[in-house]
């Protein structure tokens, strides 16, 4: 049976995507701890990061830094924070998102009132960050 994030990748159910390659893609979170919190997934289905091969886990390393990068940049945030849990769903991701302390590495603190209107302004900024980084190939454009 497919993962939640295999359904999203594939389409079955909406996401708002700020990357995709061959080998992963990045979307917005649903319970952000920030504006602009994205889960890199690869879209191989593997449940626990340390079953995944380096290849992948460097390549997911590189596109986390990446997008940390436009975050830090598109949300004046001080640094991007980095978690790989894999508790949530079985589905190997890694959650990115612009932080200012250690404070804001409280998963429990995830919002799940976030107006639509909100994900998608935090879409368009992270999107334009990544674009004028030199990213635009491995932006989506809708």
């Known amino acids: 049976m ?18 995709q390659d061959e080998h992963c893609v990045g979307f ?21 990061w340390t ?25 004046g945030a001080e640094r991007a924070g980095l978690e790989i849990a894999g508790f949530e769903v079985p ?6 998102w612009p932080v200012n302390s250690l404070a804001d590495f409280d998963l429990s603190r995830a919002r799940t009132d ?5 994900f998608d302004a935090a879409l368009h900024t992270l999107r334009a960050a990544l674009v004028t980084q030199g990213h635009g190939e491995f932006v989506p454009q809708a």
Do not use: Y
Not at 51 to 72: F, M
Not at 114 to 118: F, G
């Open 28 to 48: 917005l979170s649903i319970g952000p701890l920030s504006a602009g919190h994205t889960l890199v997934v690869p879209r191989q289905e593997i449940d626990k």
């Open 91 to 96: 589905h190997l991701h890694l959650h990115v």
């Open 2 to 19: 497919a993962t939640l994030f295999t359904r999203i990748i594939s389409g079955e159910l909406p996401g708002r995507f700020v990357w």
């Open 51 to 75: 079953d995944a091969p380096a290849e992948l886990v460097a390549h997911l390393s590189v596109v986390a830094q990446i997008i940390g990068k436009a975050q830090v940049a598109a949300f």
């Open 114 to 118: 976030v107006p639509a209107e909100e």
